[in-house]
């Protein structure tokens, strides 16, 4: 399933409009990127799967901060 394991954001459903104003079904997915994250406290690499909103929490609160006010369960680290 498509969603970050920091803000816990996940596909939403909305339309594709067609210039004649037709709507279809679509997803919009959110950016989500793999990313290898060093965690200090425990000396090794840790990775995440990561929306680039997630990326900009992690860079402004520190790795251990942001993991433990994840939104995602707990189990994936």
């Keep these: 399933m ?16 067609s210039h004649s104003n037709h709507k279809t079904k679509r997803k919009f997915n959110p950016n989500l990127k793999t990313k290898r ?6 000396g090794r690499w840790i990775t995440l799967k990561v929306s680039a909103a997630g990326i900009k929490t992690i860079n402004k609160k520190g790795l251990a901060a ?12």
């Design 37 to 42: 994250f060093w965690s200090e406290e425990e």
């Design 2 to 17: 498509k969603v970050c394991e920091i803000t816990g954001k996940v596909a939403i459903v909305g339309n594709n409009v």
């Design 66 to 77: 942001a993991l433990k006010s994840a939104a995602a369960p707990k189990n994936i680290y």
